[in-house]
Nanobody, 120 residues
Framework: QVQLVESGGGLVQAGGSLRLSCAAS????????MAWYRQAPGKQREVVAQ???????NYADPVKGRFTISRDNAKNTVYLQMNSLKPEDTAVYYC??????????????WGQGTQVTVSS
């Protein structure tokens, strides 16, 4: 009964910036990790960035130095700050969370996706 809702997508020119947000709600004991994925038309979904509850981060090579993932554990929210956007970043961006439903049970949830379009 956990829901992830993304927001912040839109249309931006190359070199511009966007900030995506993902808020988790429902019967949550803990959020153990959160991540952003993206999927362009005709391509497979790929991980963009991930962050653990403790703050450890990882980034896909194409976005290193341009994107920053962060989280607010108190609000069960993860953000993706995207700077210096390129047309190649155009995709639907999906939030993912590894949610602890109890001290001994966790489950992976997905958001509905938000469109990011970068024009050249």
């Amino acid at each position: 009964q956990v829901q992830l809702v993304e927001s912040g997508g839109g249309l931006v020119q190359a070199g511009g910036s966007l900030r995506l947000s993902c808020a988790a709600s429902g019967s949550i004991f803990s959020i153990n990790a959160m991540a952003w994925y993206r999927q362009a038309p005709g391509k497979q979904r790929e991980v963009v960035a991930q962050i653990t509850r403790g703050g450890t981060t990882n980034y896909a090579d194409p976005v290193k130095g341009r994107f920053t993932i962060s989280r607010d554990n108190a609000k069960n929210t993860v953000y993706l700050q995207m700077n210096s956007l390129k047309p190649e970043d155009t995709a639907v961006y999906y939030c993912n969370a590894l949610v602890g439903l109890s001290p001994r049970l966790e489950y992976n949830y997905w958001g509905q996706g938000t469109q990011v379009t970068v024009s050249s």
